[in-house]
């Protein structure tokens, strides 16, 4: 199916976040069905202006061991930290992720799909935020997707991301490029650490290509955009 625009009529963009977490969930649902057993794709999606309503929760029904009596028994109690000293402005990015844990040795982490939100492009404190984002994921040798669909904020976070590296301006994308996809691979050839880069410019009335998913110490699978999409849209009836 071709790709719509999911924040303009005749779609509505209060309905993106519901859209996205299905697409997150067939990204998830098509990678379980390819992948070794040893590997499990999840879902993580969780959005920045949700914090503040967690830690409210948080704070309201905190319980803290405070004392233990002779018999045993443990007193309780709710537990208020003192007033803060400062206080500092802060960005809680969205995060609309699909992650690739292998278990072996423990869980870790070797992928990250990350599907862009409105809210990662609309200010420059949250184009940073993403971007280092991105950047710790490739510093510890995760494979990384980015897929961006955005058509409402005219900002490329591939873009970002070479600067806030800061790489050469050959790396990044058309500067008129504002819905794309990009997939990295970060490996170690000739004593050397790079990233290979994959770029693909999207377009509003076009299917989505076929991008590589790089597994850390473990390859690549093929992150099937236009299958994954035309599930979730399917699911939204769309």
């Known amino acids: 199916m071709p790709l719509l625009d999911h924040f303009r009529a005749p779609l509505h963009a209060t309905f993106w976040p519901s859209f996205h977490a299905s697409w997150a969930a067939a990204i998830m649902e098509r990678l379980n069905a390819l992948l070794p057993r040893r590997f499990l794709a999840t879902c993580h999606v969780h ?27 443990v007193a309780t109690a709710t537990w208020a930290p003192p007033v803060a000293t400062h206080v500092m402005p802060a960005v809680f990015p ?60 005219q900002f490329n976070l591939h873009n970002r991301l070479i600067e806030r590296l800061e790489h050469p301006d050959e790396l990044k994308m058309d500067a008129e490029t504002y819905l794309y996809a990009t997939a990295y691979r970060p490996a170690r050839r000739d004593s050397q650490n790079l990233v290979d880069l994959w770029l693909e410019s999207l377009t ?26 035309t599930r979730a849209r399917q699911m939204s009836r769309l």
């Open 47 to 73: 959005l920045g202006r949700e914090v503040e309503a967690d830690v409210a929760e948080f704070d309201t029904n905190l319980i803290h061991d405070v004392s233990t009596n002779g018999e045993g028994g």
């Open 94 to 153: 969205d995060d609309l992720e699909v992650h690739v844990n292998e278990e072996r040795d423990g869980v870790n982490l070797v992928a990250v799909i990350e599907l862009v939100s409105p809210s990662n492009k609309d200010r420059a404190e949250a184009r940073t935020a993403f971007a280092d984002k991105c950047a710790a994921y490739l510093q510890r040798g995760i494979g990384l997707v980015v897929v961006d669909v955005v058509t409402v904020r």
């Open 204 to 229: 509003v009335g076009q299917p989505l290509p076929t991008m590589p998913l790089a597994l850390r110490g473990a390859g690549c699978v093929p992150l099937e955009l236009e299958h994954t999409y």
